[in-house]
């Protein structure tokens, strides 16, 4: 099983438009929040409505996990705690987004919501608690915000990571944990795009501009992670400890031979979602 892993896409048409392109290589795409801009000029409303048409494109061609991420929050539940309820929506598509969890072979998806206070947080207690009574040997977690103290949420100055899934990790130790939300860890000295805790890796693509997306792909049949960013390509090998620095690649699959070719906005520009 190969997983395209993306986060941050904060309504980037080019790289939504990427996305749909590469996703019938893969057979699972991992979008791990933050699809939406608060600090964009469109309307919350109006981007909602077109990034919806993307994971219906999305949806047709695989099958694809959504978390929420911070910019993802649209309204407040009974509590006045901030919720995604667009997200919730997008099940009716076959999308496994917050709360659901997802087997393909022997690998179980769950996905953990963006937690504002603590009864969405504590429903996060219980879906991990529940979800590990009969969790398969491979465990992949999509939750947006990195762990705390983790080169995967260093910001430069100090960290940005979720203390309270630092205490998940190493309650239940899952095999993977997908997350994005700091946006230059993988760029600067002393962040990373990858880390492990115990007998879990962490990841996260981090942001750059323009198309394509970082991205990060998962073969779990090679046990192999794979990191692309902008004249940047490195692999770990999923099965040996941690080692830093990554590798190189120097012969790249053919799976990514065709994804640069998509990379170019002037091959395979897939219909705009929002015409």
Not at 18 to 31: E, G, N, R, T
Not at 177 to 200: E, M
Request: overall charge negative; some cysteine; hydrophobic content about 45%.
């Amino acid at each position: 099983m190969r997983c395209l892993v993306v986060a941050d896409l904060h309504y980037s048409l080019p790289q939504l438009d990427w996305l749909v392109s590469a996703a019938p290589q893969f057979d699972l795409v991992i979008f791990a929040g933050d699809a939406l801009d608060i600090g964009s000029m469109v309307d919350f409303r109006a981007q909602i409505v077109v990034v919806k048409k993307y994971l219906a494109l999305l949806a047709a061609q695989t099958r694809v996990i959504l978390c929420s991420g911070n910019h993802d929050l649209d309204e407040r539940n009974a509590e006045g705690e901030k919720i995604s309820r667009w997200i919730s929506e997008v099940r009716e598509i076959g999308i496994t987004c917050d709360g659901d969890s997802l087997t393909i072979g022997d690998t179980l998806f769950t996905v953990c919501p963006w937690w504002d206070g603590p009864l969405v947080k504590q429903r996060i207690v219980e879906q991990l608690r529940a979800t590990a009574e009969s969790r398969p040997r491979r465990w992949i977690w999509a939750h947006h915000a990195p762990p705390a103290n983790s080169p995967t949420s260093w910001g430069g100055k100090r960290f940005f990571g979720d203390v309270d899934l630092v205490q998940w990790i190493m309650q239940y130790q899952p095999s993977m944990v997908i997350s994005g939300h700091v946006h230059q860890s993988p760029f600067i000295a002393d962040g990373s795009w990858f880390d492990r805790l115990g007998q879990t890796w962490v990841f996260n693509a981090g942001l750059q501009p323009g198309r394509p997306p970082t991205h990060i792909v998962l073969d779990l049949a090679a046990n192999k992670a794979f990191w692309l960013a902008a004249g940047q390509a490195q692999w770990i090998d999923l099965g040996a400890p941690l080692k830093r620095p990554a590798n190189t690649i120097e012969e790249p699959p053919d799976w990514l031979t065709s994804l640069d070719r998509i990379a170019d906005p002037n091959l395979a520009r897939p219909r705009a979602a929002s015409g």
